[in-house]
């Protein structure tokens, strides 16, 4: 089992521009959720998607961000005219299903740089 | 709300040397506590839960509610162990973990 696999890995972008992170969950899973670590900071939950289903959002910012797991095909993180404060590390995790005692297994990050 | 704090960012130890990582939270309900461990270029990784009382790499961690604390320690520290390390807490929803910023630990040879 591959793991949770993101790309890219790193992403430059100006500022302006959109930025796209994919997500590909491992084997079996089929609940996603996307973290977001801005410098010096812990990683902070944005959202929890199940297949074409958003399910909590309530850590997404409320403008230029929007993710999506579809039936088919990797969930993306879209972050439209990035600007400065969009830099960080975006990590996306995957489980089984949801509830006490079910693991979370995390990728290994896709680090936006804003310039 | 929900707050862990790490309040050491960085931690150095010698090898054989005893290690304590601290975690504090504040949660007003039944928390579940973890956590996670990233060595160098590799991906986040649950170390453990609380809930499951075990110790994994010789790493143990005791939730003090009374505290509320879930320090992580080892007796004996070896230089594989050289990470960063992460509490993390659950407040009711598995999924929505809250994170600590993070504690380098270096233990040198």
């Known amino acids: 089992n591959a793991g949770v696999m993101q790309n890219p890995r790193h992403l430059v972008r100006r500022r302006g521009q959109e930025a796209r992170l994919r997500c590909s969950p491992m084997k079996g899973h089929s609940h996603v959720y996307w973290y977001r670590q801005l410098p010096e900071e812990g990683l902070k939950f944005m959202v929890y998607l199940q297949k074409e289903n958003i399910i909590d959002e309530s850590g997404m910012p409320k403008e230029r961000f929007s993710a999506e797991f579809p039936k088919e095909g990797p969930s993306i993180l879209r972050i439209q005219q990035v600007v400065r404060g969009d830099s960080a590390a975006y990590f996306c995790?995957?489980?089984?299903?949801?509830?006490?005692?079910?693991?979370?297994?995390f990728g290994e990050g896709s680090w936006l740089t804003v310039v | 709300a929900q707050r862990v704090t790490q309040p050491e960012k960085l931690l150095s130890v010698f090898k054989g040397a005893p290690v304590e990582l601290k975690c504090n939270y504040s949660?007003?309900?039944?928390?579940?506590l973890f956590w996670y461990v990233q060595y160098s270029r590799q991906r986040l990784q649950l170390l453990l839960r609380h809930i499951s009382r075990e110790s994994i790499k010789g790493f143990t961690a005791d939730l003090n509610k009374g505290e509320t604390s879930f320090h992580l320690k080892k007796p004996f520290a070896q230089e594989e162990d050289s990470a960063m390390y992460y509490c993390?807490?659950?407040?009711?929803?598995?999924?929505?973990?809250?994170f600590g910023k993070g504690t380098l630990l270096t233990v040198n040879p």
């Open positions: 993390a807490l659950s407040g009711g929803s598995n999924y929505k973990l809250t």
């Open positions: 995790a995957s489980s089984q299903s949801e509830g006490s005692g079910n693991t979370i297994y």
């Open positions: 949660y007003s309900g039944s928390p579940e």
